[in-house]
């Protein structure tokens, strides 16, 4: 126990569960007071999606992520596409186009071949849409029954343009908050399909490549301040997390929040709240109050941001903590999720 | 959404609030009994937008709150035992019992899943004809149904390895305790809808008479809520004291026959404790003789349960609507969705959870508490 660092709130649990995996303060504190001071690093205490690093006078973002979806397959993708859109998004936040990945496969003892092959051409086609390679790669093998058929780690780099500096500590009071598009679709589509719940309605993963979306907006401007692609713990937990770590307030309204009709019957069916829903193709932006309407214009003339909004703004007031106006006129904290929603009973 | 957008409409609420408002000429205290309720009027804003006389009191309809610690910890014991599959509701793994929740149980090795619905159980045991499921029944008239109806299958389709951990309760008996406290300042209520889908309304004429306070069977969207306030405050106003059914798009006088005909032959009332509160007489279910097979209290003789109560967690002050939650000096301190000292802090429902989880901006724990209130029900 070494690694502990006081206060220990995680003495509480003495085993992982599974809402350290889940994208809110379980798996915040995971990361600040077990793996942080383990290792270290100085970069490490970043903690965005992506590090920014300087090799050889080149500045380059660097990121890693896990896929462990269950099932392998849903409407609108694969583990494999999530396996390359979400580092190459990871990598997009930063501002850099992803140049290269690596590709760690887990395999499970007695999945059948034709799956893994199905999930490496999907892997191979969603690269080639982000424009990105697949540069090296590792497979292990598990025995039966210690895995779900596939588990993918990949990683990734790519290069920071000159004059790109995207981190939650450049946010200011009067920041504009905008969304690309419609919140809480990846999340629905998986539950849909993994609990075998019918909504009544075909919903299909929003998982695409957000590097030619970014590359739009940084046209527009270098000076857009932070970036984060909502996935665990939804919108909320992207809020939450820039609110803390800039120290401004952050304060949008609920009903500019873009969330079509079969996310909010599926939400409203299962006690859910869309805002903590993951998304797998959609961002967050926050961006100097000059440039919000060029930004939302070219974001708008992209085709994963044709449905881009401003939702709220940066403030000076409940630093931290982001605000939601409800549609009635009161207003809520939308908090940062514990570990992952839970079904309501009724 | 058909019949949600429409119940969310910022025009028609401040219709509604504009009546209430003009209505209004002195203070009333109003109680929403249900937990889904209270979760609508602090996510929405509600309680802030209503005239400062009219007070919402959160009542005890939380059923992940009021499922009593002694439960949670034969939940807790069952579902770690080797063999057991335990399935439950989502809502209540994060349940604290006696220092662990279900989470806990399952990252000890404990075969814990989460259903959608009793029926899905019921699979799992037909799936799994060497192993014991067992399905965690807990909650008011609206859950008690179906998960009645899932043990009648039980029993018909012969499947043996199915099991009900029952901690069922019904609202009537806890409108009726709460009433007959000596604290209680609930001048009115808003009765839970769907409670009132199932059972009907023929339990409230009686109560309502007898102490003489207004009921509306009410709905669970904004704008069903405001109307809920609206006529009542409309009633308290001319001095009347009626069952008014402001939800009759769900709720029938005569409720649900179909489910009221399950109820009657899987169930029998019983006396039942209520996390906070204490016992009720007649206000729980437990499964009748005919089905006592698949009892999963009898089934797995749990024993030896020692159950072990936070004492500074008021949640049954609050349960019964004696104390707002930021009353209690251990909210938002000591007491948080993180680390809940009682289930009034774990399920969004629950009157603490929603006043830290959507109100914590304009609240401050309270460093006084209110005094404490005696409950007869104690």
Redesign the interface.
């Given at each position: 126990m070494l690694a502990w660092t006081c206060p220990a709130?995680l003495r509480?649990?003495p085993?992982?569960?599974?809402?350290h995996g889940g994208g809110g303060?379980l798996s915040a504190e995971l990361v600040q007071h077990l793996f942080a001071p383990a290792f270290g690093g100085p970069v490490l205490a970043q903690l965005g999606d992506s590090a920014a690093v300087t090799l050889g006078g080149v500045r380059l973002a660097f990121s890693t992520d896990s896929y462990v979806v269950r099932p392998l397959f849903f409407p609108g993708g694969s583990i494999g596409d999530l396996a390359v859109n979400g580092t190459v998004n990871d990598l997009a936040m930063s501002g850099a186009r992803a140049a290269y990945l690596s590709a760690g496969f887990i395999l499970e003892e007695g999945v059948e071949m034709s799956v893994v092959a199905r999930v490496a051409e999907a892997m191979g086609a969603a690269a080639r849409a982000a424009g990105v390679e697949v540069a090296t790669g590792d497979t292990k093998v598990v025995e039966a029954g210690h895995g779900d058929g596939i588990y993918i780690n990949t990683a990734g780099i790519g290069l920071i343009p000159a004059g790109v500096d995207l981190r939650p500590q450049r946010v200011v009071p009067g920041d504009v908050v905008i969304v690309s598009g419609a919140i809480g679709v990846h999340g629905v589509a998986i539950m849909s399909v993994r609990?075998g719940?019918e909504f009544g309605v075909d919903i299909a993963s929003d998982c695409a490549p957000l590097g030619g979306l970014v590359q739009s907006m940084l046209a527009v401007t270098p000076d857009l301040h932070v970036l984060r692609d909502p996935t665990r713990g939804g919108l909320a937990a992207a809020l939450n997390e820039i609110a803390q770590a800039s120290g401004a307030g952050v304060v949008i309204d609920e009903?500019a929040v873009p969330v079509p009709?079969p996310v909010?019957?599926a939400c409203?069916i299962?006690?859910l709240d869309p805002l903590y829903v993951a998304n797998e193709g959609k961002l967050v932006a926050f961006v100097p109050r000059e440039h919000a309407d060029a930004v939302l214009d070219a974001m708008r003339a992209h085709p994963l941001g044709a449905d881009a909004t401003v939702i709220g703004e940066a403030v000076a007031d409940?630093p931290g903590?982001v605000?939601a106006r409800?549609?009635?006129?009161?207003?809520?904290?939308v908090?940062l999720p514990?570990?992952e929603q839970?079904?309501?009973?009724? | 959404m058909k019949y949600i957008d429409e119940f969310q409409d910022p025009d028609l609420a401040r219709r509604l609030l504009d009546d209430i408002h003009a209505t209004v000429t002195r203070p009333w205290a109003l109680m929403e009994v249900c937990g889904g309720q209270t979760h609508t009027i602090i996510r929405h804003g509600i309680d802030q937008l209503l005239p400062e006389q009219v007070e919402l009191i959160h009542g005890p309809g939380c059923p992940v709150c009021v499922t009593p610690l002694e439960v949670i910890d034969k939940a807790l014991e069952i579902a770690s035992r080797p063999g057991v599959i335990f399935c439950s509701f989502g809502d209540m793994l994060r349940v604290p019992g006696t220092g662990r929740d279900l989470f806990q149980v399952r990252s000890e090795g404990g075969d814990v899943r989460v259903v959608y619905s009793p029926l899905d159980a019921l699979k799992v045991a037909q799936q799994n004809p060497g192993r014991e499921v067992v399905f965690f029944g807990i909650g008011f008239e609206t859950t008690a149904p179906p998960n009645a109806m899932t043990v009648y299958q039980a029993k018909k389709l012969g499947i043996p390895n199915f099991s009900l951990l029952v901690s069922h309760v019904r609202v009537p008996p806890a409108i009726e305790a709460i009433m007959g406290s000596p604290g209680c300042r609930v001048q009115g209520f808003l009765a839970a809808g769907h409670v009132c889908s199932v059972m009907g309304m023929g339990e409230y004429p009686e109560l309502a008479a007898r102490h003489r306070v207004p009921i509306v069977v009410t709905g669970f969207e904004p704008l069903d809520i405001l109307e809920g306030v609206r006529r009542a405050v409309h009633q308290l106003e001319r001095g009347e004291h009626t069952v008014d059914n402001a939800y009759a798009r769900a709720v029938r006088p005569e409720g649900n026959p179909a489910a009221l005909a399950m109820l009657e032959d899987v169930f029998e009332v019983t006396d039942r404790a209520w996390r906070g509160i204490g016992i009720i007489p007649g206000s729980g279910w437990r499964l009748s003789e005919r089905y006592r097979d698949f009892d999963a209290e009898h089934r797995f003789s749990v024993t030896g349960i020692t159950t072990l109560e936070p004492a500074e967690c008021r949640s049954g002050e609050v349960l019964q609507g004696l104390i707002k939650p930021n009353a209690c000096e251990a909210f938002g301190t000591t007491c948080t969705p993180r680390n809940p000292l009682g289930a009034t802090m774990v399920s969004s429902e629950g009157a603490c959870a929603a006043y830290y989880l959507y109100r914590r901006l304009e609240l401050t724990p309270a460093r006084t508490a209110a005094p404490l209130e005696t409950s007869p029900v104690a």
């Open positions: 709130p509480d649990r085993r992982v569960v599974m809402g303060a609990e719940l009903r009709p909010a019957n409203a299962l006690g409940h903590l605000v409800t549609g009635l006129g009161g207003t809520r904290v908090d514990l570990g839970l079904p309501r009973i009724c | -």
